[in-house]
């Protein structure tokens, strides 16, 4: 049975926050698998408006193995596939909601910065489109402020 609080914030991202309509394409991405019960939610609102839809995961255990396997260099160059993809959509959510707030922590600081500078070169893109940026709940958030989950 599916939370009604995540149907409902699906609702909201897809008919006020993002308007979808018809023939959109729409691009979800995510960092973290703890949110799929909100990615299959707005899938299926995506659906009912007869939209495309995509999503990229960018798991922050696989974000580390690369960043921390990658030369500088290599992180500072935007991968064309995600430039294209970004110019080719009409709108793009972005939900965050990691299983480990700190999986990033030993990852040297100068190459953080470098793929962080690379991708600015999207952020025009997406704000030319019709956007949404929201957190799902986690346990690893709700650690965060030391709170259970449930009271979260």
Not at 30 to 42: A, D, H, S, Y
Not at 127 to 138: A, I, M, Q
């Amino acid at each position: 049975m599916v939370d009604q609080r995540v149907s409902e914030h699906a609702k909201i991202i897809v008919d006020y926050s993002c308007e979808v309509k018809k023939g959109d394409y729409v691009v979800i991405s995510t960092n973290g698998v703890e949110t799929l019960p909100l990615i299959k939610e707005i899938a299926g609102e995506i659906g009912r408006k007869g939209a495309h839809y995509g999503v990229t995961l960018q798991e922050n255990s696989i974000n580390r193995s690369y960043l921390i396997n990658a030369e500088e260099e290599t992180l500072s160059i935007l991968p064309r596939q995600m430039k294209a993809m970004y110019e080719g959509l009409d709108v793009f959510i972005q939900i965050n909601g990691t299983s480990n707030t700190r999986e990033l922590s030993d990852v040297p600081p100068s190459k953080l910065k470098a793929n962080a500078k690379s991708a600015t070169e999207l952020f025009p893109i997406i704000l030319s489109k019709r956007w949404n940026v929201t957190l799902h709940p986690t346990p690893a958030l709700a650690q965060e402020t030391r709170k259970s989950y449930e009271s979260y």
